[in-house]
């Protein structure tokens, strides 16, 4: 057994399980500022008892979220000493800013989302809304900056200690700012916007499908599709920019992203394809010059082939190519379904349409999935480096670890996390089944 190898292991199974709940909040937030926003702006009760239930959603999956990440804090310590020992300086600052101005500010207003109804002011209860979301936005803000800078390390020297070398930063906003953090926070948001928004379309179409709540099934239909229109098309953008970003400064991962061995001119951009890694070709549908032009802007951009990078130093191609590809697969299919439904709904089409409903009740899969692909494209797509160029995955994992130990380590918190997934979905069930409740519209009742 491979100490590294049931290293990665363990952490990829917890980080998975947890990654199904931040996005679903992050993108619900957006969503829950819409629909109370629109109940302020317009005094329809439909936008209150929209936003009431799906508040009731966003607490369970707030709860789910914050249970499922305790452990991957203490991973770094149990499993990745030397690896924690060497970033601790970079690291210290954006995870302190996670947890006191992201987590708190979020935290500490859920509260008033939750039970603040008959105790707060609409206006106040509104600006807790956005706090929350705001909150779960900056979370995803710090955490991408920390990994960001394992992809592109900057603003920090190498210092000698008795313990071996250290990473301290040299300038914070330097690190920050790290040439990839900024594309790679907007391809995540938008991937939790895409999430949060598929999943209150899916709702829907499933109450219509049931012939239950049709008003309340209609609007949440239209604000997820709207959300998911903005979400999708900024997705392009934001993975693009990404690509053009890994092209510069992780070649080798772009290169077995898309299955390049001899670096040149008029790169071929591959649509789908299976890589033949020992003849060293991909066999596909490919165009010819579109991955130079979209790198560079110019078919006679050069790019490098995984010929020009040290064997020691390639990651496992066909993997890779296949998560990002499946990844890009998902994210086309996104775009075609938030549009395509968004024009569908505003003619009514999709509203009367049982087979199109039960495509949208099952597209909530299609975002949770693409994020978990692109997520292990881009990690498993920097091996064999933790931080690039710096630390090496091998180099990694702390001293005393014993493979017995973490493949022990695996399997229980295999089953506790699957055993959690198991309540979330019966819980979730439950409230979605139940529907939204009459007394949220009493409470307006009673109001006026």
């Known amino acids: 057994m491979d100490l590294v190898l049931l290293s990665r292991i363990q952490f990829a199974v917890t980080i998975g399980f947890h990654y199904l709940y931040p996005p679903l909040s992050i993108g619900l937030g957006v969503a829950l500022v819409v629909m109370e926003g629109l109940y302020l702006r317009t005094g329809n009760p439909l936008y209150h008892q929209l936003t009431r239930f799906w508040v009731r959603i966003f607490g369970l999956i707030f709860a789910f979220g914050v249970g499922t990440g305790i452990v991957m804090e203490f991973e770094f310590g149990t499993n990745w000493a030397r690896y924690s020992r060497f970033v601790g300086d970079v690291f210290g600052g954006p995870l302190a800013a996670e947890g006191i101005f992201a987590f708190f500010l979020e935290s500490g207003f859920l509260a008033i989302l939750l039970f603040g ?7 106040m209860h509104f600006f807790a809304t956005v706090m929350v979301c705001l909150g ?12 960001s800078w394992m992809q592109t390390p900057t603003a920090y020297h190498i210092v000698d200690t008795p313990v071996g070398p250290r990473a301290e930063i040299t300038s914070f906003w330097g690190m920050v700012l790290n040439p990839s953090s900024l594309d790679r926070l907007g391809h995540t948001l938008m991937g939790c916007w895409q999430a949060g928004a598929l999943f209150v379309v899916s709702a829907g179409a499933w109450y219509l499908l049931k012939r239950q709540h049709e008003d309340f099934a209609k609007t949440s239909i239209r604000i997820g599709l709207v959300i998911a229109m903005v979400a999708s098309v900024a997705q392009l953008v934001s993975g693009h920019g990404s690509a053009v970003t890994v092209a510069e400064y992780q070649p080798a991962k772009l290169a ?88 569908l709904a505003w003619r009514g089409t999709l509203f009367r349409s049982r087979k199109l409903l039960w495509v949208y009740v099952l597209a909530v899969l299609l975002p949770q999935l693409a994020n978990q692909l692109g997520w292990a494209a881009a990690e498993i797509g920097r091996q064999p480096w933790i931080v690039q160029g710096l630390m090496r995955t091998s180099d990694a994992v702390s001293d005393t670890l014993t493979p017995g130990q973490v493949l022990f380590s695996l399997i229980l918190f295999t089953i506790i996390y699957l055993a959690l997934f198991v309540v979330f979905l019966v819980l979730l069930d439950q409230k979605v089944r139940k529907g939204p409740l009459e007394e949220d519209l009493s409470h307006l009742r009673r109001e006026a």
Do not use: C
């Not at 779960?136 to 990994?147: E, K, L």
């Open 256 to 343: 077995a992203f898309e299955g390049i061995y001899e670096s040149g001119a008029n790169a071929e951009l591959t649509v789908l394809g299976w890589v033949d890694e020992e003849n060293r070709t991909v066999h596909g549908i490919r165009i010819p010059g579109l991955l130079s032009t979209l790198i560079g802007g110019d078919p006679s951009t050069v790019v490098t082939g995984l010929d020009d990078i040290p064997v020691d130093e390639r990651p496992p191609v066909q993997t890779v190519f296949q998560l990002y590809h499946l990844m890009v697969a998902i994210g086309m299919a996104l775009i075609a379904l938030a549009w395509g439904g968004g024009l």
């Open 117 to 123: 109804w008959d105790k707060v002011s609409r206006g």
């Open 136 to 147: 779960a936005h900056f979370s995803a803000v710090w955490i991408v900056v920390a990994n």
